[in-house]
């Protein structure tokens, strides 16, 4: 992008972002390892695919410092469930951008977040307060549970409570260990359920398994019942068309996503 950096750049950058790169854990499914590297993250971002916080939040992070902006990693933490402990787990990594000021922003320091899925459409004011993108409300305040960190607060239609990171910078080694949990531990959500997301201005496509959910300007569910639909729906919802994929590759996956649908269908019973 042409010119030094500026508020108006970095909102068209993370939005351009979150419209076009997919949040995605489709690797683990496929049984391949990642790493943190941001390199790495950045070229398979190129090939057309995407990944998660640690890979989304890492390549753009190098790709504002090439741009000229002052960016800075964090530890943070994602909470599932209100009733889940809070705090900066280090499941999560977190950007913010200073050196911007605005009239709405004088400090000029900025909340930059394109791994939380379901979450930020463009960056938001490093600024205690509530903020709406779209049709969904945020909230940004003092975190709890972090002394001298910050706590985002999910709209109560999201896929998680909200979020805590520390004001420290962090390097990228710092998430290796839990990028490694995250990708590999039967425990692990990422493990349980392939998970694809998208945010536009709109709101939110999450595809979970066989099942695609819309939540936002309208609100709508639909189940992928054959191996056609759901790589239909990774293509046109999600634009990922997975161009990396053998078709030996395609039938493994297929297999196991609907294994686990069946699976999930039976517990619900």
């Known amino acids: 992008m042409d010119g030094p950096p500026s508020v108006e750049s970095l909102h ?21 390892s990642t790493t943190v590297d941001p390199a790495e993250s950045a070229a ?7 990944g998660y916080c640690y890979h989304l939040n890492g390549a753009f992070s190098e790709v504002l410092r090439e741009l000229g902006y002052r960016v800075t990693r964090h530890v943070g933490g994602v909470q599932g469930r209100p009733e889940d402990p809070a705090g900066a787990t280090g499941n999560h990594l977190v ?26 459409h463009a960056p938001l004011p490093l600024v205690a307060g509530t903020y709406r993108q779209g049709p969904f409300t945020y909230g940004l305040r003092p975190s709890e549970a972090e002394p001298g960190g910050w706590r985002f607060d999910h709209d109560p239609r999201g896929s ?15 998430f290796a260990g839990t990028h490694e949990f995250l990708s590999t ?35 709508h569910s639909l189940t992928a019942e054959t ?8 293509a046109d ?19 196991r996503l609907w294994t686990a649908h069946e699976k999930w269908a039976a517990d619900r019973g």
């Open 237 to 255: 919802v999600f634009a990922l068309p997975l161009t990396d994929v053998t078709p030996a590759e395609r039938a493994a996956l297929w297999r």
């Open 160 to 174: 998680f409570a909200g979020m805590d990171f520390r004001t420290a910078p962090a390097r990228m080694p710092e």
């Open 95 to 120: 950007l913010t951008v200073s050196g911007l000021p605005d009239p709405q922003n004088p400090g000029g320091e900025w909340l930059v977040d394109l791994g939380m899925g379901d979450g930020l």
């Open 185 to 219: 531990s039967p425990e692990s959500g990422f493990v349980r359920v392939a998970t694809v997301a998208r945010r536009d201005a709109g709101g939110t496509d999450i595809l979970r398994g066989l099942v695609l959910t819309r939540a936002g300007d309208r609100e």
């Open 12 to 32: 068209l950058l993370h939005r351009a972002h979150a419209e076009r790169v997919p949040y995605e854990c489709l690797e683990i499914w496929l049984g391949r």
């Open 227 to 234: 191996e056609r639909d759901y790589f239909e729906v990774l």
């Open 44 to 50: 398979r971002i190129i090939r057309g695919r995407g």
